[in-house]
């Protein structure tokens, strides 16, 4: 009796699994036809989270794992942006990343982001007394400047990417590391805030 249980279970789990696949491949078809460009061999793995597509661009061979949140804000509150991302070719995300974007968020080509990395162009508001007065949800969002992250750049877990800053090719961010400042091409990054601890001759 228990095997013929074990068949019934098996079978029922895998018909869930085909009807979700489908589902969210189904799901995956009308949400490419949103954003602005996605190139070609584009893999997305569910949950996902997509906010304003169409500010969105996407090259070939795109591949993420679950839990990716692209967030392209052009309103909050009562204030009105005109974000920007753009992911080049032969971009990876592992698991649980967020990308958000009230002014541009450039990621060059041959890009690996590791798990649980955060990659933001803006902030909850001023740091002053007048900004204090509000609870953050309600403060502006404040952008200090775009972010651009060059070719071959390997980020590692856990990885915050701060507003204003841009970061060469060829450079490695460990894991944990957040990055507050620009960096040039060829270095390994680490700590917090990040600083170079290695440079390659290339």
């Known amino acids: 009796m228990t095997f013929f249980k074990e068949i019934i279970n098996n079978f029922a789990a895998k018909l869930y699994s085909f009807g979700k696949g489908r589902y969210e491949q189904n799901q995956w078809e009308k949400l490419k036809k949103q954003f602005q460009n996605i190139g070609e061999n584009a893999q997305i793995k569910f949950p996902l989270k997509v906010k304003n597509p169409q500010c969105i661009t996407i090259g070939n061979n795109f591949f993420s794992l679950y839990n990716l949140r692209l967030e392209a804000w052009n309103r ?80 590692g877990n856990g990885v915050c990417i701060m507003p204003g800053v841009c970061i060469g090719d060829n450079c490695i961010i460990g894991a944990n590391t957040v990055v507050t400042k620009s960096f040039p091409e060829n270095c390994v990054l680490a700590g917090n805030p990040a600083k170079i601890i290695k440079t390659f001759n290339v």
Request: charged share 20%; with cysteine.
């Open 76 to 155: 909050y509150s009562e204030y009105v942006f005109s974000p920007q991302i753009v992911i080049g070719n032969n971009v990876t995300f592992n698991t649980d990343c967020h990308v958000g974007c009230i002014n541009k968020i450039e990621i060059g080509n041959d890009v690996l982001i590791g798990s649980h990395v955060l990659i933001t162009d803006h902030s909850h508001g001023n740091i002053d007394a007048e900004a204090l007065l509000e609870p953050p949800s309600k403060r502006i969002l404040i952008s200090k400047g775009p972010v651009k992250i060059g070719n071959k750049v390997w980020i």
